[in-house]
């Protein structure tokens, strides 16, 4: 039968947190005075919340902070906390009762633990603590309560409602996602119960499982311990030495976010031959994951010594940690020291790390990963008053900064501005690749860890799709855009995606096989062209000859005409 004209409003909320490709990330390992140990699940971006979770970072020699000058140069940091030996978080006292809640829906069940964040830190006025949980009305509440009653966190972990004849069952997984992220005292462990949640081994498996429950007609049953009593844990006993630093450096690895990795003044922490082990590691990792530039500090002082380091011992430094753990595209040497006003205003010789870290996330997340951020127009330091070694950016000092070009070693140096007069500016952009290709300049390989980073996880939404050119094709798509976004910011020309998207039967593979492709397996080459930073302007100039010659010009204009 006919209906009347009418216009309908279908009405879909997409208003909820979207995963996306996050920009100006750095990973540092560093010494502070409290915070989650081993822990960089948190996503620091001020200063204010670095003092809130970790306190002050740990500078032996009282100079600047790395961190707090990265945060402040625009960096976002995961932090990992080096603790030394004897540290361990604190747990509920009684293990019978170690459930802070369980969630069981269709057969499957978890059980959150939670240890604490922060080994030994003090939370509240005592050694104990207690977490109480309460269900209001669709809402899981908790407190966490010190030794003197006094309560010191409050929030939501969970917000829910099963399925009645008239509503679907309603989750908000993203309120126990922002409990489990951003509560300060609680690190949550998941604890699959039963063979058939043995896939919900973790905080993410766990969120996913909820999200397919929301909105369908499967109801939850959330069993609440209404009160845990929890220890605060044990600090260390000591200093890290070279194996908890080694140890900390693994936990990168749960972030691959970050495009640079740095260890924070650990050059004040740990004598030469500790410091090298753990550099060492750090080259392994990088160089087998290829997800981070690992940025080392030359130090400004000579090794054991107050003398500030010259451009030879800078040199010496640099080939004896790159001859004991090798050369690689994904490290790169950062000298010549700071010169920073402390909280007494007094100038100090400071490291250069935090700066470093500040200006590169800074170019990246504004301009590109492929941009130097070296030079006049991306590496001036406002705040820095030179550099502490001599002023290698003269020109009367060429020959001895191309020595230091030659070595691949980047540093500060006063340079004259079109418009400000003279800086401080971060002069080179060198990787230390042995091998003289494009991988030289950290731009280069910049572009190839965010091509990685913006890809992942558009390709990682195809996994277990049907593996067939009409998926194939919506791969293509997807990545167009960003493709065509390189080209125009100028980050790499000439893009040719070869990933048979054009197919239309198996005959018509060209990339491919269908030998393979049956089996899963698809494979796409993406091939471009880079762009490098301009390194040598030759200008000639020219004085032309003087001839000698009269010039008489004949004008035949009437008369009285001017």
């Given amino acids: 039968m006919p209906n009347t004209p009418q216009v309908k409003f279908d009405i879909v909320n997409n208003n909820i947190e979207q995963s ?298 640099k080939n004896q940690i790159a001859s004991a753990i090798g050369h690689s595209k994904w490290i790169s040497y950062y000298g010549g020291g700071l010169l920073y006003t402390n909280d007494y205003g007094i100038l100090q010789p400071s490291d250069v790390l935090g700066t470093v870290l500040g200006l590169a996330d800074s170019s990246g997340s504004t301009y590109s990963y492929s941009r130097s951020f070296a030079g006049l127009n991306r590496g001036v330091v406002i705040e820095a008053n030179g550099p502490a070694s001599v002023n290698y950016g003269s020109a009367g000092r060429l020959d001895t900064l191309n020595k230091l070009a030659n070595e691949c070693i980047n540093l500060f140096v006063i340079k004259d501005t079109a418009s400000y007069g003279k800086r401080t500016v971060l002069w080179h952009n060198f990787t230390d690749q042995v091998k003289k290709d494009s991988f030289r300049f950290l731009g280069n390989t910049g572009l190839i860890l965010n091509i990685k980073k913006t890809l992942r996880p558009i390709l990682d939404q195809y996994l277990e799709e049907p593996n067939h050119w009409s998926t194939w094709s919506r791969i293509y798509l997807d990545v167009q855009k960003y493709i065509t976004q390189w080209v125009d910011n100028n980050d790499l020309t000439d893009p040719k995606w070869q990933g048979d998207q054009d197919a239309t039967s198996w005959d018509s593979l060209v990339v491919n096989n269908q030998a393979d492709v049956r089996q899963g397996k698809y494979k796409v080459v993406f091939s471009f062209k880079d762009v490098t930073a301009l390194q040598e302007i030759t200008i000639t100039l020219s004085i032309d000859s003087s001839v000698k010659a009269i010039d008489v010009s004949l004008s035949n204009k009437p008369k009285g005409n001017k």
């Fill in 20 to 317: 996306s490709v996050t920009t100006g990330i750095s990973t540092v390992l560093a010494r502070t005075t409290k915070g989650p140990a081993n822990d960089p699940s948190v996503l620091i971006t001020s200063v204010p919340q670095f003092h809130r979770i970790y306190g002050k970072e740990i500078v032996p020699d009282g100079s600047i902070s790395n961190i707090e000058t990265a945060l402040m140069g625009g960096s976002k940091l995961r932090i990992i906390r080096v603790v030394g030996p004897g540290s361990a978080p604190g747990k509920v006292k009684t293990d019978s009762t170690d459930s802070l809640l369980k969630i069981v829906c269709n057969g499957q069940s978890v059980t959150l633990k939670a240890v604490t964040r922060s080994n030994g830190d003090p939370i509240g006025s005592g050694n104990e603590f207690v977490v109480t949980t309460k269900l209001d009305g669709n809402t899981v509440n908790y407190s966490v309560v010190g030794a003197d009653g006094t309560v010191l966190d409050t929030g939501v972990i969970l917000v829910y409602q099963n399925s009645d004849a008239n509503n679907n069952t309603s989750v908000d997984y993203l309120s126990l996602s922002n409990f489990i992220a951003n509560n300060p005292y609680l690190k949550i462990i998941v604890s699959p119960d039963n063979e058939a949640s043995k896939s919900l081994s973790s905080v993410e498996a766990v969120l996913n499982w909820l999200s397919k429950i929301d909105g369908s007609r499967n109801n939850v049953t959330v069993t609440l311990t209404a009160t845990n009593a929890y220890t605060i844990g044990t600090p260390e006993t000591s200093a890290p030495t070279s194996k908890e630093w080694i140890d900390a450096l693994d936990s990168a690895r749960d972030y691959l976010d970050s495009y640079h990795l740095a260890l924070s003044h650990a050059h004040q922490h740990l004598a030469q031959v500790e410091l090298i082990k753990v550099y060492k590691e750090a080259k392994n990792l990088v160089d087998s994951l290829s997800e981070f530039q690992f940025y080392i500090e030359i130090p400004k002082y000579k090794v054991g010594t107050t003398d500030l380091m010259k451009a030879e011992d800078m040199i010496n430094y």
